[in-house]
């Protein structure tokens, strides 16, 4: 039912043709178990794309947004052990998607009755292949970045390299108090989502701020085993 629908005007690659297909045949499940007052057993799902089974069996990469939508669909409502593969040879559906005249439609046994080895105990179906693995090259799997991030304390390499540029007292103070300041306004920002006005001037606040700011890094600097052990006992007495 899937494949002989009409395929879409806008260009689409045969793996998303085939990939929507085997979401009609979920749904068409779906609806099945749904209105027909019969307990079903667990459904079989058939097709000839060795790349939609790929796609299903798939645990490690991600998908582009197309295939990702459909893989969803289809893994919510389907096991991965549930879809098999049908040579196209057996597969009644390309009856309708490759196209036969009307009386060679009406006489096709295949497209009328279903697959002959449907009649056929399970232990005589098409056996079950072993699909390869997706290449990370695949047009539809996303490509992933690589993020590196460095984590320092806090601002104190910024802090520091003010230090070693800065010869004069007031001038450092103003540099890491003006600092502070832009960090205050961006948290602010993030917060409210709104714009923040930038202030014209430093008061002795912030000055004093900047000023304890420096102590406490230049602190850490000389007195790091102090403090680290400090941390430890702190630690030790919360536990």
């Known amino acids: 039912m899937g494949k002989s629908r009409v395929a879409p005007l806008k260009q689409i690659t045969i793996p998303r043709m085939e990939l929507a297909a085997a979401v009609v045949a979920v749904n068409i499940d779906k609806m099945l178990k749904e209105e027909l007052e019969v307990k ?10 060795t790349t939609v089974l790929r796609y299903i069996e798939n645990e490690k990469l991600r998908f582009k947004t197309f295939v990702a939508n459909r893989i969803a669909i289809i893994r919510e409502s389907t096991k991965p052990q549930q879809w098999r593969y049908v040579n196209t040879s057996k597969n009644p559906a390309d009856c309708a998607s490759r196209g036969l005249t009307c009386e060679r439609f009406m006489k096709n ?6 697959p002959s080895f449907l009649k056929e105990p399970e232990n005589m179906w098409p056996e079950k292949i072993l699909v390869k693995s997706i290449q990370a090259d695949d047009e539809e799997v996303k490509q ?6 460095v984590c320092t304390s806090e601002g104190m390499d910024t802090v520091i390299r003010l230090i070693n540029h800065y010869s004069d007292w007031y001038r450092l103070k103003r540099a890491v108090a003006w600092i502070l300041c832009l960090k205050d306004m961006l948290i602010q920002k993030c917060k409210t989502k709104n714009t923040t006005t930038i202030q014209a001037a430093l008061t002795m606040q912030d000055l004093t701020r900047a000023e304890n700011e420096i102590i406490k890094v230049t602190q850490g600097q000389i007195f790091k085993d ?14």
Do not use: R, Y
Not at 226 to 239: G, H, R, T
């Open 144 to 149: 992933s970045a690589s993020v590196n991030l």
């Open 226 to 239: 102090e403090i680290s052990m400090l941390q430890k006992e702190e630690v030790k007495c919360q536990s």
């Open 109 to 114: 046994i295949s497209w009328i009755h279903g």
């Open 40 to 49: 079903l057993l667990e459904s079989t799902f058939w097709t000839d794309s």
